[in-house]
Each structure stands twice: as structure tokens, then as C-alpha cells.
């Protein structure tokens, strides 16, 4: 199941993705993951967004290439 996030009025990409994922790196998936939204630059509150699960990710890097393969 995904987690989401619901806005608080005046949340932009880059800080919901700092606050929620914990870097600015993730804005282009967290934008990924919403597409709709791609437009909004300013949120209003109560916009209920999907967030990506970076810890699989991260836990994905960690695996010895070989292993990646199989995913």
C-alpha cells in the first residue's frame, strides 16, 4: 500500500520531498508519482498525494550487482 501525503496550503514539490522523503533529490519522483499535478507549482491545503518508496530503493542500491539483475 502506498503512503500519501495530504498538503498544507502554500507546499511546493521540493519541500514535500525534503519534509516526507528526506532530501530534494526525490522531487523528480515524487512529481513522477503524482502527474497530474505536474502543473502546480503552489498547493492548496488538503491535495492528497502518493509518495514513492525510497527505503526500497535505497535498500535496492545496497545489493550486490549481480543480485540486481533478478528484479
Wanted: contains cysteine; hydrophobic residues 35%; proline residues 4%.
Amino acid at each position: 500500500m502506498s503512503k500519501t501525503y495530504v498538503t498544507k496550503s502554500g507546499d511546493m514539490f521540493d519541500n514535500i520531498a525534503y519534509e516526507q522523503l528526506g532530501s530534494c533529490s526525490y522531487v523528480e519522483r515524487l512529481i513522477n508519482a503524482n502527474r497530474k499535478y505536474i502543473d502546480v507549482y503552489i498547493f492548496d491545503s488538503g491535495v492528497e498525494l502518493i509518495l514513492p518508496d525510497i527505503e526500497a530503493e535505497k535498500k535496492a542500491r545496497k545489493l550486490p550487482p549481480w543480485r540486481l539483475s533478478d528484479r
